[in-house]
Nanobody, 122 residues
């Protein structure tokens, strides 16, 4: 199986920065996409940013220019640098690994981390 372990959440004042990290472990052969989603209670989980193995990125309009996603394919890790944070960025942030191919298997699957709380105070 695959485990995604997140770290880096916390409490920060508006205008501050945080960096989230996520490491995928297990018998992983390859991962198509790694990304971050967030969810506020009562709302649907929404895409924040995603990156492919080739380095192509996609961001939610609300975070463009403030957040940056990066990935280390060799280590199966993904980082989310969050700058100029706003109170509306407050949410639980989830790491996602999509199109994961395990060694010796033929099917690809999707995995989620347990979530990390980000709270931005005004």
């Amino acid at each position: 199986q695959v485990q995604l372990v997140e770290s880096g959440g916390g409490l920060v004042q508006a205008g501050g920065s945080l960096r989230l990290s996520c490491a995928a472990s297990g018998s992983i052969f390859s991962i198509n996409t790694m990304g971050w989603y967030r969810q506020v209670p009562g709302n649907q989980r929404e895409l924040v940013a995603v990156i492919t193995g080739g380095g192509s990125t996609n961001y939610a309009d609300s975070v463009k220019g403030r957040f940056a996603i990066s990935r280390d394919n060799a280590k199966n890790t993904v980082l989310l640098q969050m700058n100029s944070l706003k109170p509306e960025d407050t949410a639980v942030y989830y790491c996602n690994a999509g199109g994961v191919l395990l060694s010796g298997l033929a099917d690809r699957h999707e995995y989620w981390g347990q979530g990390t709380q980000v709270t931005v105070s005004s």
